[in-house]
């Protein structure tokens, strides 16, 4: 295989076993933070009150977290809002400092933290890329070097020599980006670069991570986005209040966080799923890839290849299989199913598993949407799943209809007198 | 033992600190920053340098005017008076603009601080060398001023990088103090700028230190660091038979001891309140 075939689809690529070296080793880390009642800060106000008690609550941001990342691995960190996981990654980048407990880290490490890796506005393009790749420990020269191939990623040419106050959010990201990838680190911090940015910013970060990958390299991703934890991550960790719930494959952390969420009683706004059935069980609902992998992310045009099986409990005659695909605002855009019998007009008997493979054209827009599954037959035999499968549909379009559909258009212009 | 090899190439993260990375790296970035910064002031702006050049030009003007023309001492104190002047108001620009622009330094990099790992000291040190970069071609000014008015060359000149060394260490630890406590107390702006304004009249620029109009002050002043260095270079460069030493402005050797102590006291305060606050910089911001 050659390189260029491993960019373009590095395929299903062994996570590194146990064996591997360690590139990050995290034991016992503990952060906590003062946040002062009452806010000092001013030398008048400390020489006014200069025995006024100083009251601080603790607030303990991780507590005891110990794992390994091994060499090559993509690493997945998902939490809810204030579970400690961007100090986590703060605490790796070696921007806090740990009260206790040791990280130890493999190799050259670059950080991507809030959307950046830390620009000066008042510079121009050029001379922030430099000043940056000398931060993340490369020597002058040899960023120079790489300096247009940074500007050329965020396809910035024109603008490589504007101050970056200049510059728009989206142009910051895709510097920023850049930046990191052509520092050419060996480990990859990296914090909620997939809320961000047009879709073919997104379909550029998903290229790069597939590269990444595929060179060997180690990835750490905190998100809250399950979606991007399930296409990219080998493994994830699930932290919750300052503390490691669980450490696993991505789907099962997924489950995991999402049954944290409704412990909340918090509303989700990921692949919030209900389940309501009866005389039939949903052993596996997915969307297929080529290889059989699970996909939560498509290209527009990628067909969609819906998978389910269902175990039936009774015997019926027949069952009804439908889905319905919405979009993120929960508009049903398109509706369709199959009525499944027995053989020659027989019963189909309990045990029984009834498999679906549906195969629909990927028309819909760039985005997040859904799958409701619904299995019907006689006797009360039902299954209705809202929000079975979530998964985006990402394309170099932006699109601002629901769905795109081909088009031919003539366009001609006339002499009025005619 | 199999682990050995897995874990061989971890190293421990320590988190943020004052000088960590290593010695390349930090001056490496030093350099890069003090000379994008100082690139950023002359090209950035229509008149560039002219800047930079104006201010202390402007004040050397208006002082040797009211000090010649109008009280008309000058010249009986010092003689090249105006030399005097302008090689004080150089050096004295130079330690205030490097303090004052490194108050705000640390808070101003903000957005690298929060999220890159770098030796926080390049920070406020390379504000400082930014200054340094300025004074050397201020000082071309002074020296045509020297070679206008009259002043024999003799070889005291090439000791003045002694005194001007020590000049950039003590602003250079007045900086690292100055830039992490603005981080918790913002008023040290305002502060430093009262400060910097009493130093001015504290040091000798305008005046000698052997100027006695209503009393003897030369003992008192010679406790400012600043004076002692500022008087050095004065000796070194005028070579005036008239002027007194150091020593002897001090009042003995003795009398020097307060500068040193006051000298070598900063430098330790804020190397001592850097190092300390270093780790924490990105959390407080």
């Known amino acids: 295989m050659s390189a260029e075939e491993t960019i373009v689809n590095p395929g299903p690529r062994a996570a590194p076993g146990p064996g591997a070296p360690i590139a990050i080793q995290v034991e016992d880390l503990h952060k906590s933070f003062r946040i002062p009642t009452q806010r000092v800060d001013s030398l008048k106000e400390r020489a006014v009150h200069p025995f006024a008690p100083r009251e601080y609550r603790e607030l303990h941001a991780l507590d005891g977290v110990s794992f390994e990342i091994r060499k090559g691995e993509f690493f997945g960190i998902v939490g809810r809002n204030g579970s400690g996981k961007s100090t986590l990654l703060k605490l790796l980048a070696s921007i806090y400092r740990a009260d206790s407990g040791t990280i130890r880290l493999a190799g050259r490490m670059a950080p991507f933290i809030e959307l ?14 430099v000043l940056n790749g000398v931060m993340m420990g490369l020597t002058p020269r040899e960023m120079r070097r790489r300096l247009d191939s940074v500007i050329e990623f965020a396809e910035l040419g024109e603008f490589a020599d504007l101050k970056l106050k200049s510059y728009s959010s989206g142009m910051l990201v895709r510097l920023a980006f850049s930046v990191m990838m052509e520092a050419d680190a060996d480990v990859l911090l990296i914090d909620e670069v997939l809320a961000v940015g047009d879709a073919s910013f997104q379909q550029k970060c998903a290229d790069a991570f597939h590269q990444m990958k595929a060179e060997g390299k180690t990835i750490v991703l905190v998100t809250h986005e399950m979606a991007a934890v399930e296409s990219y991550c080998d493994r994830a960790m699930l932290l919750s209040d300052g503390e490691i719930q669980h450490v696993g494959e991505p789907a099962e952390i997924g489950r995991e966080y999402l049954k944290l969420n409704f412990e909340g009683g918090v509303e989700s706004g990921g692949t919030a799923a209900t389940d309501d059935s009866d005389g039939a069980r949903l052993v596996d609902c997915r969307i297929a890839g080529g290889d059989g992998a699970t996909l939560t992310t498509l290209e527009h045009g990628e067909e969609i290849h819906l998978q389910v099986e269902v175990e039936l409990l009774r015997d019926v005659p027949a069952v009804h299989v439908g889905f319905v695909i919405a979009n993120a605002d929960e508009l049903g855009l398109f509706e369709f199913g199959e009525l499944v019998t027995g053989e020659s007009g027989g019963m189909l008997e309990a045990g029984k598993r009834v498999v679906v493979k549906a195969r629909v054209e990927n028309s819909l827009g760039t985005g997040r949407h859904f799958v409701h599954l619904g299995v019907q037959g006689p006797g009360g035999v039902s299954i209705y799943i809202h929000k079975a499968l979530s998964f985006v549909v990402f394309g170099t379009q932006q699109s601002r209809g629901v769905i795109v559909l081909d088009y031919e258009v003539e366009a001609t212009v006339e002499d009025q007198a005619r | 033992m199999t682990t050995d090899s897995r874990v061989a190439d971890l190293r421990e993260v320590r988190g943020p600190s004052a000088l960590g990375g290593g ?192 009393g003897d002050f030369e003992h008192l002043l010679m406790i400012n660091p600043l004076a002692v260095i500022f008087e050095q270079v004065r000796i070194w460069v005028l070579a005036e038979p008239e002027a007194p030493t150091i020593v002897q402005a001090a009042g003995g050797w003795l009398g020097l001891i307060p500068a040193a102590v006051i000298f070598l006291g900063i430098c330790a305060f804020g190397a001592w309140i850097f190092k300390r606050d270093a780790p924490r910089i990105a959390e407080e911001l």
Not at chain 2, 143 to 157: E, M, R, S
């Open chain 2, 23 to 214: 010695p390349r790296r930090f001056f490496d970035l030093l350099w890069l920053m003090s000379v994008t910064e100082f690139k950023r002031v002359y090209f950035g702006t229509v008149l560039g340098y002219l800047w930079s050049l104006i201010r202390p030009l402007m004040l050397f003007g208006v002082l040797l005017f009211v000090f010649t023309q109008v009280f008309k001492v000058g010249s009986n104190l010092v003689e090249h008076y105006p030399v005097f002047l302008l090689l004080g108001i150089v050096q004295f620009t130079f330690f205030q603009e490097s303090t004052t622009n490194a108050v705000t330094s640390v808070v101003a990099q903000e957005g690298v601080v929060r999220k890159t790992q770098f030796p926080r000291l390049v920070i406020p040190v390379s504000t400082v060398l930014t200054g340094a970069f300025n004074f050397c071609l201020n000082l071309a000014i002074v020296i045509v001023f020297i070679f206008a008015f009259g002043v024999d060359p003799t070889w005291t000149w090439l000791l003045c990088p002694i005194a001007l060394v020590l000049l950039f260490v003590f602003t250079t630890a007045v900086s690292m103090a100055l830039s992490v406590l603005y981080v918790r107390f913002r008023d040290i702006a305002i502060i430093w700028i009262v400060v910097a304004q009493v130093l001015f009249y504290a040091t000798p620029i305008l005046y000698p230190v052997n100027f006695k109009p209503g």
């Open chain 1, 116 to 129: 950046g890796v830390g620009f000066n506005a008042d510079l121009t393009a050029r001379e922030n890329v």
